[in-house]
């Protein structure tokens, strides 16, 4: 990632929790200080995509005239996954290719291994592998408002800190294995809070859980919990920073899943 910005900055916003989400209003107000911001969302909401691209997508997209906060805008609904609607931006809607794309602010904290799952973070991994700046916010809340789109949940820290690494990715020179940003704000945070480089925690974080039902014919969609057995984590990861340390948690990542190990020593392993 690189770029020092003169002109004015063309930034590609996408969510995860659908174009209502005043998650992404808050972080479209922020970013309105850096650039014109180009707001390509999912029509539904798309929690836990990931990065997928289904192809059971209808791909439709529908221009919308919204006035948040008293600001007129002309926004994109596209009928597909967070990775699709960054797709359709850069491919179809956006006039020229974006500086930076952006992705949230998330109604949760999408920490741990399974910040895979997250439609948030699989559309910044989505940018970056096209060659793009990205960047992927989200705010620590209750479980219980993660599908809500809640307007009781506070997301002026978070859009404080949107701004705030938006800039310094559209400014620096990252190293070349530096992809994206992964930024996660817990719910106490002020916009004096600290931050912290930190990596991804090896922990599930949320843990997978079956409803009780009679029949296997009898629709029961999986939900989650969360982990509160923090013993076996280490302080430098994303989850020890926002629960215990109650930092904003900043980790570089890499669109390279490849272990960290010595490959010829790997090889050897195998080999014997």
Known sequence: M??????????LLTNDDGIHSPGLWAAAGALSDLGFVHVVAPRE????????????????????????????????????????????GLLEILPEPPTLVVSGINYGENVGSGATISGTVGAALEAASLGFPALAVSLQT?????????????????AYFTSHFARLVLEKTFPPDVDLLKVEVPASATPQTPWEVTRISRKRYYIPVSRARSSWEEPSPLGYRLDTDLDDDRPDTDVYAIRVKRVVSVTPMSLDL?????????????RD
Do not use: C, M
């Open 2 to 11: 690189q770029k020092g910005f003169v002109k004015k900055a063309q930034i």
């Open 45 to 88: 909401q798309s929690s836990g995509a990931g990065r997928s691209l289904p192809s059971t997508s209808d791909g439709i997209i529908k221009p919308q005239a919204l006035t948040v906060n008293g600001k007129s805008w002309q926004v994109y609904a596209v009928g597909g996954t967070p990775a699709q609607a960054v797709l359709h």
């Open 142 to 158: 209750d479980v219980k408002e993660h599908f809500t789109n809640s307007d009781q949940v506070d997301f002026s820290t978070a």
């Open 258 to 270: 490849t272990s960290r190990v010595q490959l010829g020593e790997f090889e050897r392993l195998l």
